[in-house]
């Protein structure tokens, strides 16, 4: 185990991240990552590092806040959050996010409007902007937890997780580095084929969905590796398997259907369907958890349009483990996904499109919307319709 | 157990920290105290907390820092923890720290020069002026580990630990709240008493000790409770067996010698010698641990000057255990002890002996003085020796 650990530590850090020499390193963590955390903070250490942060958090205490606290707490930044993301930026630094939720019935019960609201926002809205604007190196990747284990399995066969991470993040690889490699590079030419189309919008047709989602003229497609305004790679998902870019956020018609749970502020959103009129979310419906979307949506402007349209075909290692991994890092991976919220603005080459067409908010939440039932067209600025996925194979070449 | 977790963390809360409606407030812990912790938090927003920010160290990463990190990553203060103390004095917030080794071997083998530098710099003189200039309404508890427990009685016997901890901060009384009344006013009479007497100077004689402290004019001594300078009282210590004040920091002659074994950044000085010449440490002597003490006294010219007199008489539920605890918050509550590092300049209340004569610090670094064959006594300006302490027991009236 201590091995497999610092395998995974070492992969995050040189991979993920990609830490380099005197950087200022952030780990965040929730206290049941311990192990985990302990290993990055010494593997990032030995790639350089000057200091590294270790930021834990506690759902336990979230879940208190959320009961308890008084009404602004909820949304409150710390300053000693936005003091060090802030650091981050003036010097060029690294952030490694773990996640993997600790126990999966923790906000049973919880007060939906109030556990909607329970996020940092200048904090989330910071953090946010630093990605738009590529400013740190960052990853994030998912740590192996009994309550994990037992959310996925019905049981903690933490053994059984540990193996399908491992599978995932191509730690089952002899050399692991050369499979990265390998991936990140299909992933950069599957970008490349959508971003040759310039196609004018997207089409989602499927059970429950009839989508039409306006792209911009200088949208551009991004797969595989990342880089920052300062010029270093990084691979910010740990997996990934998607292609993705930042719609027109004033573009957006029709009816969208979600096909797998989404797990939400430590919460479960079940048969999540939007609507979309000129871009914005104008009817919320879902079998379970409406109102924990609703309460986001209301955090501000910015968060009832969308922020990103995101592609995964059947090649997904994510997808083709079968599993549900009610964990968005995952189950986004395993398939097609768009988000309601923020746009990454570095998808956007034209500065006006940007500014105008690329949402801003403190929200970016990503849900799931494709599987072999759903057919995704490109639609070209001459009316032409492209299949782009058809049963979960990428069509373009 | 939740019971007595809850009861804990509810006196922390309200006779510790005293918080109070609408304050900010700091729950400072490693991940292994989580669940007092949790508790902690809660007790908080019961209280009335607008905000409680907890804040988790993790010694595991600590000792990594020490072993891997470089050299001026050791001393370094993240921006993380500085805003946030800036926040609690402009909020005048509370802070709650909780303390407890979790594993007593952690720092086993470090190089000592390194373990004695790791401390932020910069975040530790902001809270030792907070504290001086009584910015926050603060308390510091101690949570009962398998770790620590092990340390005391060579084994992790945990209750009995608990048990101890329990009688130490009267959670074995029925009414705990007129237990700390009753013991507060005792600590304030025993202060009124040294202040009536304005003792110019201490004298430590015993076993390899023979030492004269200065005091000034105005130093005046404090015990019980404390005093926010926005009039808010709370106890700094639980336990809190003492009376102390700041000495003059030019005037310490002769030698001390430790009674009782320090745990000093997570390792273990015995048999500690210091020797004074006009006010500064100019010979350091240990059975173990001398490395660490010198490290700490080369950090800044303030280190090297006594901070701290605090007198412990045998009444004291601490030493009554007979317990060592490996802990200075028991400890230093067990029996006499002095500090060498910065002083609190809330206890002189002359401005120009203040600016002059109490000590300047990133260093507080107590240790155990007395015990039965100690003999202090307080030397007035006319040259009479009035015995203050013989045989632990306190000799005004």
Known sequence: ??????????????IGAN??????????????????????????????????????????????????????ALSWSSPALLSFLEALEAEQGASINIVGDPDPNLFVGADQARLGRARPSDYRRLWLR????RRVNWTIVACPTPGWARQIFGEPDLERLWQLVERCVRLDESDPVAAWEAHLERLGD?????????????????????????????????????ETSFGR????????????????RRRAEGR????????????LVEGLELEFRQGR?????????AGIVEAQLGIDPGAASLGEVALVDSRS????????????????????????????????????EREEGVSRSAVHTDFMVGGPEVEIDGLTGTGQVIPILRDDVFQLS
């Open 1 to 14: 185990m201590v091995d497999r650990i610092q395998r995974y530590a070492d992969l995050a850090v040189r």
């Open 19 to 72: 830490v380099g020499q005197g950087q200022l390193v952030e780990v965040r963590a929730n206290i049941e990552h311990a192990e985990l955390a302990r290993a990055t903070v010494a593997a990032a250490y030995r790639a350089g590092a000057r200091y590294v942060q270790l930021n834990y958090s506690d759902d336990v205490a979230r879940r208190t806040m959320i009961d308890l606290a008084p009404d602004e």
């Open 130 to 133: 630093l990605v738009a604007q």
């Open 190 to 226: 599957m970008a490349s084929l959508l971003n040759e189309r310039a196609f004018d919008s997207l089409r989602y047709r499927g059970p429950g969905t009839d989508l039409m989602v306006g792209l911009m003229p200088s949208s551009r497609w991004h797969g595989g590796p990342s």
């Open 233 to 248: 790679r990084h691979v910010a998902n740990m997996p990934t398997e998607e292609v993705f870019t930042a719609p027109d």
């Open 256 to 267: 969208i259907r979600s096909t797998r749970p989404l797990a939400l502020n430590g919460s």
């Open 281 to 289: 979310v104008v009817e919320v419906k879902a079998d379970r958890g």
């Open 317 to 352: 290692r994510v997808g083709a483990t079968g599993v549900t991994y009610f964990n968005t890092l995952y189950d986004e991976n395993a398939t097609s996904h768009i988000a309601f919220g923020a746009g990454f603005a570095f998808t956007v080459a034209d500065p006006d």
